[in-house]
């Protein structure tokens, strides 16, 4: 299973743009979307291009392998207009490698607020627009930056694919590799 997952979008038709184009590179199974898709937030500048019109379509397009939580900027008008489900505070995921991956946006879970997991498993969080990737105890920690409005300098995503998650710069060049086993 080929996973590309991403967060905090936040309504920027140009970086949706170049998420299509790592769609299209990547061709993942699955793409897991971390919430804050459509909305910017009152606490962000607009991001580039912002057209969250032009986010519903390209994202739409995609519904059928599209896997996403509600971010704190989602709403329901949001599940309104997106063919996919959106509003989930959470998802599991057993991959392939029969470990969990427990998916949030990180507005209510977090590193500092894990859920129960079994040990081993992986938490992957957005919400920060930092990129994360380090075991916390048992549990392996990690967040692929935001799309659109990243805090630490570069617009980010990131791959799963034979056990190992990869953090990728938008134009694929990978970042950080973490194997997902301990």
Not at 84 to 100: E, G, I, W
Not at 112 to 121: F, K, M, N, R, T
Not at 159 to 167: K, L, S
């Amino acid at each position: 299973m080929k996973l590309l997952i991403a967060s905090d979008l936040h309504g920027s038709a140009y970086y949706c743009e170049k998420l299509m184009e790592r769609i299209q590179a990547e061709q993942p199974d699955r793409i897991l979307l971390l919430g804050d898709l459509l909305y910017h937030g009152p606490r962000n500048d607009l991001p580039r291009e912002y057209d969250p019109k032009r986010v519903i379509a390209m994202l739409n397009a995609h519904k059928d392998r599209i896997i996403a939580v509600r971010g704190n900027c989602e709403a329901e008008v949001d599940q309104m207009v997106l063919e996919f489900p959106v509003m989930a505070d959470y998802t599991t995921l057993l991959l392939d490698n029969n470990k969990l991956l427990f998916a949030t946006h990180g507005h209510l879970f977090s590193p500092d607020h894990l859920p129960s997991l079994p040990a081993g498993s992986a938490f992957v969080f957005g919400h920060l627009h930092v990129k994360h990737t380090h075991w916390q105890e048992d549990t392996l920690i990690l967040n692929p930056g935001s799309l659109s409005i990243p805090k630490d300098g570069s617009n980010s995503y990131m791959t799963y694919e034979n056990g190992v998650f990869t953090t990728r710069e938008m134009d694929g060049t990978p970042i950080t590799s973490i194997a997902f086993e301990q």
